[in-house]
């Protein structure tokens, strides 16, 4: 097995564990809001970047990452405990927008093609007048 198909492995995971960590360790109500959607590991294990979607009111991003980051020795001391790793990473708690932004640009070429249309059409209406 190659290095990174057994980072891909630790990675998909970590995510699994973290997930179920942070609903059981977590007494803050946010908890059950948060989604892992990405861990990415360096290849030394040192550190991990987890990226996290919050379904709970914008504002309150902040607040739950901070929260995450709080609990984070607690994460690495129980996955030590479950995972056969010789070293648990750091977590590096990052919000996840990509699906913010996905909806933004569908939202943009729905608009677009509606314009696009609407101008044909114009186009279309003026051309039967003449």
Sequence with gaps: MSNNSRLKRID???RQELSMLIRKEISDSRAMMVSITLVETVRDFSQA??????????????????????????FRRQLGKILRLRTI????FI????LEKSNKMTSLITEAIRSDEMKAEKSRTDESED
Excluded: A, N, W
Excluded at 51 to 74: A, C, F, M, Q
Excluded at 89 to 92: D, G, K, Q, S
């Design 12 to 14: 998909e995971q970590l």
């Design 49 to 74: 970047k987890v990226y996290v979607t919050y379904l709970g009111p914008e504002e309150e991003r902040g607040d739950v990452i901070d929260l995450l980051h709080e609990y984070g020795p607690e």
């Design 89 to 92: 990473p750091r977590f590096h």
């Design 95 to 98: 919000y996840d927008d990509l």
